[in-house]
Structure formats: structure tokens, C-alpha cells
């Protein structure tokens, strides 16, 4: 199945380089050719934020219905109104001829059942490494670099792939940066809110692989990865002490690589302690880097 690239919120030329940062179990099972893809839905569990920043209704219901034709848009209306809970099939009955209702209603039906059937791998574009990708994502883990076109060549033909830069709107109305659904670098995104996000994000500089799983998953693991032609660089975790670090590349570099990777310790810091006093002062460093926040406390109980 082909591979789609939307550049219209950024290019993506194969030299780009990436990093994804994870944890060392993760590593060992991308280098057996499989990376699990959590849904939208599974990332709201951590992140409330995740895929909220989302175009008005008739937007989406207009994009909808251009994208296959009214009989398509139709026949998803009602796929998503069988599905519905019955209080929401009991309140869609008695408002039904308002049209504004029923473009409100479908557009949000649409969007839950979304979430739940898209899965993603995210990768920060960057030439360098990150202390907040570290501090964040990467504790106790490793990043693995690639590029656009290895990554590319390394997903399985027997899916359909998009990728695509995430789009950073503003939220303020009055910002010539907000999401404009008439522009034409927008419109790619009316009908795919999982490729946009608001400017807070904006330091995660995400590159961002979606495809399908189903609604009852937590998301889907991908198998038959290309691994070998995708991990092109591993960077140890600079909180490891220096033998766990030694260990962690020696095991790695006894596997059986077609073009082995490059393998080495973090110099995000500076070269890698060599005792264990050292090392707590890098550990102390990272975890007073960045602000730590409270998970899963939803939009409306956090605002004042």
C-alpha cells in the first residue's frame, strides 16, 4: 500500500534527520522488526491536550462530504449514529431538524470514533539532541536516529501509512498563526485533526507516522518494520552509569546487523561519569530540568 507524505505544513525531504526517544524494551523490540502505535485515544489517556485543537464543525462536515461524495458521508453518518450511545441517539431524535445540531452532533461523533481508530509513531526532527526529548520521553532509554527516507523504506507494504509534520495553530482567534481551514496548507487537515496541535507544542518539532487500527484497541503493533535499514544511530541514555552504558552497547552491537548503527553514550553533557558521584549530579541536573505536571487532570479542572 502506497506511503502518503503531506508537506503542506512543512517538507519532508528524505535527508531529514529524526529521533525517537524510548525505552530500552522498545529498542530491543524495533530491532526485531515491530513498534507498537498507541491511538489517539490512548495518548489523551496521558496527554488531555492530545488532538483537542480541532476545526469548526461545518469545516469538518463540509470536508467530509467533498472527500468521497454526500453518499459516502452519509453512509459514515450513519455507521456513527448505529454506534452511538442510546441517551445520544435519544437526543440526536429529538433535534434532528435543526441542521446545526445534526452538523455538531456527527462532526464530534466522528472525531471520538477517530481517536480510537488511528494509531501513531511521533519523531522529532532535529540535527542534535534534545534535553527536554531526554527529560520527557527519553529517561532511562535511548534515541534512535534515522531520516525521513529510511524511515520510509523501513515501514511494511501491507498498510497504509500518512506522515506528516504536526501543525503548530495558535489558539488565539486574532493570530495570523491560528488554524485557517480556507487556506490551502491547512485544508489537509480539516478531516485529520491528529496532524495538528497548538503552539505550546512547538518545541517537540514532530514529524508524526499515522495509520488504522481498531476502535476496540488500544492501538496496533506494526510488524515487519525494516529495522535494519531504519535505526541508523542509538544514543544511550546520558543517566546510565558508565557500566550500564558499556553493557547496553556491547549487547547491541553483538546483534546480528546488516549495517550496524552507530552505538554511543550521550554527549549531551559532556563525556560519560565515570563514578557514581558524577553521576548523580547529571541525575540531579535532569530531574530539575523542565516543569513537571500533574497527568491526566482534564482541561476544565485545570483552568482557573
Known amino acids: 500500500m502506497p506511503i502518503e507524505v503531506l508537506e503542506q505544513a512543512g517538507a519532508l525531504p528524505d535527508n531529514l534527520p529524526l529521533w525517537r526517544y524510548m525505552k530500552l524494551s522498545s529498542l530491543f523490540l524495533l530491532i526485531e522488526g515491530a513498534t507498537f502505535f498507541p491511538s489517539i485515544a490512548t495518548l489523551r489517556a496521558a496527554d488531555p491536550l492530545e488532538g483537542d485543537l480541532q476545526p469548526d464543525p461545518p469545516w469538518v462536515s463540509g470536508a467530509l462530504a467533498k472527500l468521497c461524495g454526500q453518499p459516502a458521508a452519509d453512509e459514515l453518518d450513519e455507521w456513527l449514529l448505529a454506534g452511538a ?23 464530534d461523533l466522528y472525531q471520538r470514533q477517530l481517536a480510537k481508530r488511528r494509531a501513531v509513531s511521533c519523531w522529532f526532527a532535529s540535527d542534535i539532541e534534545s534535553a527536554g526529548m531526554w527529560s520527557i520521553y527519553g529517561r532511562g532509554g535511548v534515541a534512535v536516529g534515522t531520516t525521513i527516507g529510511a524511515l520510509k523504506n523501513a515501514l511494511p507494504d501491507n498498510r497504509h501509512f500518512q506522515i506528516s509534520r504536526i501543525r503548530y495553530a495558535d489558539r488565539r482567534c486574532s493570530s495570523p498563526d491560528r488554524f485557517n481551514p480556507e487556506a490551502p496548507a491547512d485544508r489537509p487537515y480539516i478531516h485529520r485533526p491528529y496532524f495538528i496541535k497548538g503552539r505550546e507544542y512547538h518545541h517537540e518539532q514532530e514529524v508524526r507516522v499515522v495509520t488504522f487500527c481498531y476502535g476496540q484497541e488500544k492501538g496496533v503493533t506494526v510488524r515487519n518494520i525494516k529495522s535494519d535499514g ?14 550500564e552504558a558499556k553493557a547496553v552497547a556491547a549487547v547491541l552491537r553483538k546483534h546480528p546487523w546488516q549495517n550496524e548503527p552507530v552505538i554511543r553514550s550521550s554527549d549531551l553533557l559532556g563525556s560519560m561519569p565515570e563514578n557514581e558521584e558524577t553521576h548523580e549530579r547529571f541525575e540531579v541536573f535532569f530531574s530539575e530540568f523542565g516543569e513537571y505536571t500533574e497527568e491526566g487532570v482534564p482541561q476544565l ?4
Open 85 to 107: 450511545e442510546d441517551w445520544a441517539r435519544r437526543y440526536h431524535e429529538l433535534n434532528k431538524d435543526n441542521p446545526q445540531h445534526n452538523t455538531v452532533f456527527f462532526v
Open 230 to 243: 531504519l535505526i541508523c544511530e542509538v544514543i544511550l541514555s546520558p543517566l546510565w552509569p558508565h557500566g
Open 301 to 304: 479542572m485545570r483552568e482557573l
